[in-house]
Every structure is written in structure tokens, then in C-alpha cells.
């Protein structure tokens, strides 16, 4: 009983401060100004959305609606809106989504039609090429305002190009000309580079040499036919360009073969177009005054890697509705406009056409020509198991681990099996 | 003495029911989903008992033996690189008095960077054109033209040494710790019998560090088992899959797939694998008297 003395005062003055601290946590959630909607947007920090994030203030003070950013790679942001929008939680109320990711989380519900909300809240789309809503569109449902349209095109050193008095490629086989010459010049450390590493980088590069090359990753009922004749001659033609690029291309992914050509290293390779931000920003880049974009070789499709802002079907009607102001503030041709100083491939048919632009942004002509090229990889559940079997075999074959026929048949074996178990097949 | 029993459990009751529900709980539900067909995100694949089928598909699934093997060529090689360097730091850190504190500090640099951190740091600095150890190597004439992340030994190689680098201290560490708390008295007597510097280390000291040594290779073993980060941030698994470790596998089920019936098994069985070397050892601390 006298040890109890000691100790009941400690313990009433425990539960006193946790009393007071629950009270405080209630009161900060309920407090007025926590009235306010809240929306939470989930992204991946690239330029222009960084300068859309610097510029969200605005937004606020506009309408009152608070905006939280998170921002987490990649890899993260694909997985927590999954997680998301399994867990019904609604954390966060817009997304970042590509066509590619439209299969999964439409599949779970998880992603609110936008045009209801259009209709009420008397948003016109038409602005937006037709081709883009259809890529941000699951079966016929509109589900993304296209933000960026972020375009593989091939970037090229203009001054080396003269110098060498080097045509731009429209083929392939100019395309690998045109490496082998700027190779051998020694003006670059490299003629070329590729998103060689077991990424899904390595994928979007690809997906251009197979189409380029008469291919395509499904038949026309559907079925995977990664193995054909015409992949076989792509992967061999992607291998053959391996001695032009630097030794240690096939570890690079976005990140370092975009970082060689606007250091300087590189004399021509297939890039993203949201790397323009960093091509004509004199802090970063090296090459400024003496690099172009051109379509990519060939008449085939393109990858089309563009993303755009969807909403979380789990949020709160409010939330639903003060994101959608958001995302449509976000995608506005003013924004556009705004934010096509940094490189940002705009969605809007008024920007893209726009002659005092075309005239400022020398890269737009090379935009508006691979545009009508573009399309969207696959849009169904199982993107990402797809694309880590087929990124692990194709680095298996450019790297020599695998032959190539026996690394694409693997591949298609993989691909079938997974098809299969998600009933897709 | 009943009595004492039962206050007994009741003191150490709230601590046991945290226990099991913070570890029991999972393990079981593992053990459970490991036995159905369940993929957490896709609403096509219908959530159904399979029984042990899961356990059949990862025997004859190509990938998870090469994974599995690859995990343990790089414990193997990591640990006992590890231990060998660990005891020689610990023994030079026993032998000096001045400025051990600052030793000591700057060993527990390594261990206390995120291992994604490390990762990523090492990528760039094994990256061909531009990584500071690849141009070292280079300089050194023993690096020609492959890359290093390139070449499916070389990569290996690299993944292991990154791993030393960030656990040696802590093996030299607590092996530091075991040394610090021989007796000594046995020494004292080895000296006055006339015991060369290696005599002693061999029939005295080294002996004497078992239980230390059991429990430096116990965490590490556990540890090194379980990389994922480090292997993530370098290689992804490439070159093809010469660098997937069993636990990357596993992520890529869980977190690409969501297929958590499969990847439930594959922990199953990693785990598994895991609790008997950590039993085996446990054995050897126990005859060794350190149990």
C-alpha cells in the first residue's frame, strides 16, 4: 500500500497529460479552420509539376481550398494509390496517373468519371485533343485531365549534326548511321545512349523499336505476341547499337541517359520530353543552343508516356469536387502556358497551336509532329507484372545473359501465364 | 511458489499479449494466406484455398531457386568477409587506447545511413562514365570496359562489397564489446606461461569471444538474409536476374503483383530457412556456454 502512495500520483498525472493531449489533437482536428477542404495530391516530383506545385498558393487564395502535396518516387506513388484506393481510405484526393495505370485502378473502383462532374460544374474539355481524352479514358469513361503529354522523341546535337553534315535520321538504319558516325567522331563521349537498366525505362524505349519494326506487344484478340519475328529484329537492332552507346548503358534509366545527353556526352538518343525542362535550364543543362528534337525514326507508333490528374473515388463529395477545380486550375491553358517555359508538352489544343508559342519553343514543332504517332502502351490491371517480366528479359538479352529469341519466348511464356491467371486471356 | 508463478505471468501477461499480436497474429496469417490464391488489388483473381499449391508452384519456379541462390552466395560471402574484418577492427580497436572513442564514432557511420540511402550513393559511384569507385578501378587498370553493374559477377560483386562496407562495424563492434569483457586472469597466466601472441588469441581469446561471434553472425545472418534496399537502389535485380536476391522477388510479388497468396509462401519457406540457421547457431552458443 505505501508503494502504491508513489505511485498513484505519477500515474493520475500520466493520464492527466493524455487526457490533455487527446483533448488538443480533437480540438486541432475540429477547430474551425480545419472546416476548410482539404485535398491531398500524390505525386512525383518532375520540373513542371514542381513549378505547378510553387504556384499552388495561388490556387488557394482563389478558393480557399487547402492543398497538401506529398511527393514520393515513382515506384512509391504507383503503390500508395493502389493501396489507396484498395484501403477505400480516399488519403489522397487527386492522383498522377498514366494510361498504363488506368487498368489496375479503375479495376478497383478506385478512380472517379470525370465527366458528371464536368457537366455540373460546367467544365468544357473539347479544348483537349480527342486522342488525349480517349488515352486518359477506360472503357469509354474519361477518368484523367491530360496534364503533360510527355512524348518519346529523338533529341539530337544540332552542332554535331552540322559539323559532321549529318542529315536527321528518319530511319532506323539512319538513326544508327548517324550513331556510328557521331561515335567515331570523338566530339562526344558516346554516339548514342539506352534506358538499357532492368527498368521499366527499358520498356517505354523498346515498345518504340518493336512498333518501329512492324511489331506489337498483343495481337488483335488480345493475345500477347512478344516473340514474333518482328520483336526478334527489333531486340537485335536495339543490341546492335550497344557499341555506340556508353559501357555502362545498361544500367541507365531515365535518369542517367537524360542526364548524358544534357551534359553533353551524347550525340543522339530516344528521351522523354519532360527532360526539355532541364535541356533549356542553363543550371543544368550543357547542350543549350545546340540540340533539337525530331519525331522518332520510322512511321510507327510512339510511346505515349503523358500523365494527367485523376480522382480518388473514395474522397468525400466535396473533396471530389474541389479536386476536380484543382485539376482542371492545373491543366488550364494558362497554367500551360505558364509552365511550357519549363518544358512542359502542353494538352491543350489552344497552346499546342498557338503560332506566338510555336515561334518562342522551338521543340513544340517537333511535339505537334510525334503527336498524331503517340499511343498508349496497354491500359489493362496487370501493366506492372508485364512489364517486370518483359524489362528482366530484355536486359537479359541486351546484356548477354539470355539469347534473344529464348529471352523474348520467356517473356511471352510469363506474359501468358499472367494474362491467363487475371482471366484476361 | 505457485503463487509467485502466477504473479509471474501476471507481470510479464501485458508484454506476451503484445508479443503475439504483434508477431503471433502475422505469422499465422501468413502461414494462412500462403494457402490461398489471393491477390490483394485484382478483383478478377477470386480469393480461394489452394492448400500447399503455392508451395508446388515455388519449387519448380525457375526464378525463385535462381533468386534463392543468389541470397545465399551473398550472405555467405558477405558474412564471412564481414566477420574476418570485423574481428581484425575489433582486435586493432582492443589494442589501442588513444582516440578509440573517435574511432568508434566514425565506424557507426556506415550502419547509421538508411540502407536505400547507401544504395543509391554506391549506384553513383559504381555507375561506369561518371561513379568515382568505377574510375578508381579504372585508374587502377582493373576495370576494362564492361561496367561493373553490367557484368552479372561483377554486379554481384558489388552488391556484396557495399553490404561490407555498411556491416563490418557493426560485427567489429560487438565483437569490440565481447573482447572488452574477456577476464583477465587467463591471459595474465598465458603471458606468465610463456603463450605466443597467436597461441593466445587461438586457444584463449578467440574461445572465450565465441558467444560474442555467435551473436554478431546470428543478427547479421537474419540481416543480410532480408536485403532488399541495397540491391533495389543498385541493380534492381540486373543483369537479368543475377542480382535478385529472394527478398526483392518477394517485394516485386507483394508490391508490383499484389500477389500476396504466392509471396505469403515464398516468405514462408524464406523464413523458414531463416529460423534453422538461426537454430543451428543457437546450438553451437549453447555448447559453447554462451546460451
Known sequence: ?425 | MMRRTKKGWLFIAPALILLISIVGYPIVYLLVTSTYQYNYINPAVPREFVGLSNYGRLIQDSRFLQTSLNTAIFTSSAIVIEFILGLLLATLLFKVSRGRRTYIALLLIPMLMMPIAVGLTWRFMYNHEYGIFSYLLREAGLLGETALLVNPHTALLCIIFTDIWEWTPLMALILFAGLMALPLEPFEKAKIDGASGWQTFRHLTFPLLIPSVMVALLIRIADAARVLDIVYRITGGGPGIATETAHLFSYKIFFKSFNVGYGSAQIVILLAIILVVCVILFKVLERTGGG
Open chain 1, 1 to 425: 500500500m505505501k508503494e502504491m502512495r508513489g505511485v498513484a500520483p505519477i500515474m493520475i498525472g500520466l493520464v492527466i497529460i493524455l487526457a490533455i493531449v487527446v483533448a488538443a489533437g480533437v480540438w486541432y482536428a475540429t477547430r474551425p479552420s480545419a472546416k476548410k477542404v482539404e485535398i491531398n495530391f500524390l505525386i512525383s516530383p518532375v520540373p513542371s509539376i514542381e513549378k505547378l506545385v510553387d504556384t499552388i498558393p495561388e490556387f488557394e487564395a482563389e478558393t480557399g481550398i487547402d492543398v497538401t502535396v506529398t511527393k514520393v518516387s515513382y515506384d512509391d506513388m504507383c503503390e500508395k494509390a493502389a493501396l489507396d484506393v484498395k484501403s477505400k481510405t480516399g488519403t489522397y484526393t487527386v492522383f498522377w496517373v498514366e494510361p498504363a495505370h488506368l487498368g489496375r485502378l479503375v479495376g478497383l473502383e478506385g478512380l472517379e468519371p470525370l465527366e458528371p462532374l464536368a457537366e455540373r460544374l460546367d467544365v468544357d474539355l473539347t479544348d483537349f485533343p480527342q486522342s488525349y481524352l480517349n488515352n486518359f479514358s477506360y472503357e469509354g469513361v474519361l477518368y484523367a485531365f491530360p496534364f503533360e503529354s510527355c512524348l518519346m522523341v529523338m533529341a539530337y546535337r544540332t552542332d554535331l549534326f552540322d559539323e559532321l553534315d549529318l542529315s536527321v535520321p528518319t530511319t532506323w538504319e539512319d538513326y544508327k548511321e548517324a550513331a556510328i558516325a557521331l561515335d567515331e567522331s570523338g566530339k562526344v563521349s558516346s554516339g548514342t545512349s539506352i534506358m538499357g537498366a532492368r527498368h521499366e525505362a527499358l520498356f517505354c524505349e523498346y515498345c518504340n523499336f518493336l512498333w518501329g519494326f512492324g511489331g506489337s506487344l498483343f495481337d488483335e484478340t488480345g493475345y500477347p505476341s512478344i516473340n514474333t519475328p518482328e520483336a526478334v529484329e527489333a531486340l537485335e537492332f536495339l543490341k546492335s547499337l550497344l557499341p555506340y552507346a556508353p559501357a555502362g548503358t545498361l544500367t541507365y534509366t531515365w535518369t542517367e541517359s537524360g542526364t548524358a545527353f544534357i551534359v553533353g556526352d551524347i550525340g543522339t538518343e530516344i528521351i522523354f520530353s519532360d527532360w526539355t525542362a532541364d535541356m533549356v535550364n542553363p543550371e543544368t543543362s550543357g547542350v543549350i543552343g545546340k540540340w533539337a528534337y525530331a519525331p522518332i525514326p520510322g512511321t510507327g507508333p510512339t510511346f505515349f508516356g503523358g500523365y494527367g490528374w485523376a480522382i480518388n473515388a473514395y474522397a468525400s463529395d466535396e473533396e471530389k469536387e474541389a479536386a476536380f477545380r484543382f485539376a482542371n486550375w492545373a491543366t488550364s491553358a494558362e497554367m500551360q502556358r505558364r509552365l511550357i517555359e519549363l518544358g512542359l508538352t502542353p494538352t491543350r489544343i489552344s497552346v499546342m497551336e498557338d503560332p506566338e508559342l510555336i515561334a518562342e519553343y522551338f521543340y513544340l514543332s517537333a511535339y505537334a509532329e510525334t503527336m498524331d504517332r503517340a499511343q498508349p502502351v496497354m491500359k489493362i490491371p496487370v501493366y506492372f507484372e508485364l512489364m517486370d517480366s518483359i524489362t528482366m528479359h530484355l536486359n537479359a538479352a541486351l546484356s548477354g545473359i539470355e539469347d534473344i529469341q529464348s529471352a523474348l519466348n520467356s517473356a511471352q511464356s510469363e506474359w501468358e501465364e499472367i494474362m491467363s491467371a487475371a482471366d484476361l486471356i
